[in-house]
């Protein structure tokens, strides 16, 4: 699945064009390194946002296309 679009359905980041935005702004790494938004996530990867001033870390434990709002925290812990 595509970088924006897990943090869409997730709902780590509320609208897929913030996230692709902050995928071209360089603001969003997976395992340390600045990724696009076209960059595959795969289970066990770690996002870290940097949006304003604080930096928010999470580990993907699953993929789903489609998470009611219930299962999409079940998608990520926070680190």
Known sequence: MRLDKFLKVSRIIK?????????DAGR????????????NV???DK????????????EVLEISEHALKED???MYKAL
């Open 28 to 39: 969003i790494e997976v395992n340390g390194k600045v990724a696009r938004a076209s960059y």
């Open 42 to 44: 795969k289970v066990g």
């Open 47 to 58: 996002i870290t946002i940097n949006l304003s001033q604080n930096s928010r870390s999470y």
């Open 15 to 23: 609208r897929r064009t913030i996230a692709n935005e902050a995928c």
């Open 72 to 74: 999409a925290a079940k």
